[in-house]
């Protein structure tokens, strides 16, 4: 079993700046792809960010410049630096990894509980 704990959301102004944090637990072979969802009220969930098992990253068009995506490979651990935050960045963000077990032969999604940002004046 494989655990995602979420940290960093919160309250910042407009221009301002968070980094959220994911870290997984438990038993993982290899990590094929980490990235971030979010979703705002009254609105589909979107993925804002991803970073994939060979490094490369792929952004939503509206966070391109403003948003990063990195990873940590020996603490299993998926960042998002977000600059320049805009009241339409408020959402619940929820981190996300497709992992291979140690134990098992395929691969298999985890979701994080999701963290709170806030962008308001």
């Known amino acids: 079993q494989v655990q995602l704990v979420e940290s960093g959301g919160g309250l910042v102004q407009p221009g301002g700046s968070l980094r959220l944090s994911c870290g997984a637990s438990g038993s993982i072979f290899s990590i094929h792809v980490m990235g971030w969802y979010r979703q705002a009220p009254g609105k589909q969930r979107e993925l804002a960010a991803a970073?994939?098992?060979?490094?490369?990253?792929s952004y939503l068009d509206s966070v391109k410049g403003r948003f990063t995506i990195s990873r940590d490979n020996v603490k299993n651990t998926v960042y998002l630096q977000m600059n320049s935050l805009k009241p339409e960045d408020t959402a619940v963000y929820y981190c996300y990894f497709r992992v291979t077990l140690a134990t098992k032969s395929r691969g298999d999604d985890y979701w994080g509980q999701g963290t709170q940002v806030t962008v308001s004046s």
């Open positions: 970073i994939s098992g060979d490094g490369r990253t």
